[in-house]
């Protein structure tokens, strides 16, 4: 009860914001992996309803974060899309700034892919492989060390006998969390050497990323790492499958444990370097912002995330149809997120 009077009194305040301040647009931020996904529905949006389309804004799932948390009220942003789950400091953030009532929306999978330029060399390669060639950190002869290795071929001679040079997301990324997450701890973790560690310790050699040149921050708009890789054929980069999906004319993805990133390897997990991908809507926002929960509609109609969808025409893996419904459900009824 309590929250629901925090959310109408939020809701308030906007509509007392006053014509200044008024706005026909909804603001979305967010990761850059979902980026594209909400950009189709916006399109879609705009179409059907007459209505001006929402700007949505690549921020970083982090940096989405802090925005979307900022408060409540027409100069704040009403959705943002994340590859990974708000953090429970992110939450708290949220509450302290008056953003009180959310709703958290599962939208469907994705597979983190290491793709290269259809002229670069294939890759099949190990998750310990992969933190060998990229961590700050790794063990040689039983110690660890600053991270020797310059070529793919100086960790395993089958692989090729170019310089390691990967780009990838910051860490204000939720592509690099979950990169950390899924293929650096889990690489680190087949060293006996990584065992022994102390938990602190364990932490920062498994989860940093070296930064003595082989591995390159490249932003958060991953159409500049394309166009990276389309320049330079021996560049790999690291980003959500949609932008590998939409440039397969360009680019391949490499074999990570035996298997490439697919739509089909993704869905039956086969793929082992996949995530789920969020959105999350500010309640107190749906009724002072003009279209908001039309917008929300479309988002989670079978049209735009249901299977055959014209999200998984752009690379997203979706729901069963079973979960899809519920998914939908709580997104419309304006479901309560707690953590």
């Known amino acids: 009860m309590m929250t629901r009077i925090l959310a109408l009194a939020a809701a308030a305040t906007i509509g007392l914001a006053g014509a200044a301040e008024a706005r026909?647009?909804?603001?979305?931020?967010?990761?850059?992996?979902?980026?594209?996904?909400?950009q189709?529905?916006?399109?879609?949006?705009?179409?059907?309803?007459?209505?001006?389309?929402?700007?949505?804004?690549?921020?970083g799932t982090g940096g989405g974060m802090k925005v979307f948390c900022q408060g409540v009220g027409?100069?704040?942003?009403?959705?943002?899309?994340?590859?990974?789950?708000?953090?429970?400091?992110?939450?708290?953030?949220?509450?302290?700034?008056?953003?009180?009532?959310?709703?958290?929306?599962?939208?469907?999978?994705?597979?983190?892919?290491?793709?290269?330029?259809?002229?670069?060399?294939?890759?099949?390669?190990?998750?310990?492989?992969?933190?060998?060639?990229?961590?700050?950190?790794?063990?040689v002869k039983g110690k660890i060390v600053a991270n020797p290795y310059k070529k793919w071929s100086d960790i395993d001679p089958k692989?090729?006998?170019?310089?390691?040079?990967?780009?990838?997301p910051p860490p204000t990324s939720g592509t690099r969390d979950a990169w950390v997450e899924l293929v650096m701890e889990e690489g680190c973790e087949a060293f006996p050497e990584a065992k022994k560690l102390s938990k602190d310790d364990k932490k920062r050699v498994c989860q940093r990323m070296r930064t003595d040149g082989p591995f390159i921050e490249?932003?958060?708009?991953?159409?500049?790492?394309?166009?990276?890789?389309?320049?330079?054929?021996?560049?790999?980069?690291?980003?959500?499958?949609?932008?590998?999906?939409?440039?397969?004319?360009?680019?391949?993805?490499?074999?990570?444990?035996?298997?490439?990133?697919?739509?089909?390897?993704?869905?039956?997990?086969?793929?082992?370097?996949s995530r789920p991908l969020f959105f999350y809507i500010k309640n107190a926002h749906r009724k002072a912002i003009p279209g908001l929960n039309e917008f929300i509609k479309e988002y989670v109609s079978k049209a735009s995330m249901g299977k055959g969808g014209y999200l998984?025409?752009?690379?997203?893996?979706?729901?069963?149809?079973?979960k899809q419904k519920a998914v939908s459900e709580g997104a419309l009824n304006g479901k309560q997120h707690m953590m």
């Open 159 to 168: 692989l090729p006998a170019t310089e390691i040079r990967v780009y990838g």
């Open 312 to 322: 998984s025409e752009r690379g997203l893996i979706p729901l069963d149809a079973k």
């Open 40 to 59: 189709a529905v916006a399109e879609r949006f705009a179409r059907a309803t007459k209505r001006p389309a929402p700007v949505v804004e690549s921020t």
């Open 218 to 273: 490249a932003g958060e708009n991953d159409n500049l790492i394309v166009q990276r890789l389309n320049s330079d054929p021996n560049a790999y980069g690291i980003f959500g499958y949609s932008f590998l999906y939409e440039n397969l004319d360009k680019l391949k993805g490499i074999k990570v444990e035996g298997v490439a990133p697919s739509t089909e390897t993704i869905a039956d997990s086969s793929y082992k370097v």
């Open 24 to 38: 026909d647009q909804i603001k979305i931020v967010g990761s850059s992996t979902v980026f594209p996904y909400t």
């Open 74 to 139: 027409t100069s704040h942003a009403d959705i943002t899309g994340a590859s990974r789950a708000m953090k429970k400091a992110e939450f708290e953030l949220c509450k302290k700034n008056g953003v009180t009532s959310i709703t958290e929306v599962l939208l469907g999978y994705d597979g983190l892919s290491m793709a290269v330029s259809s002229k670069g060399k294939d890759l099949n390669i190990s998750k310990k492989q992969l933190f060998q060639a990229l961590a700050a950190e790794v063990p």
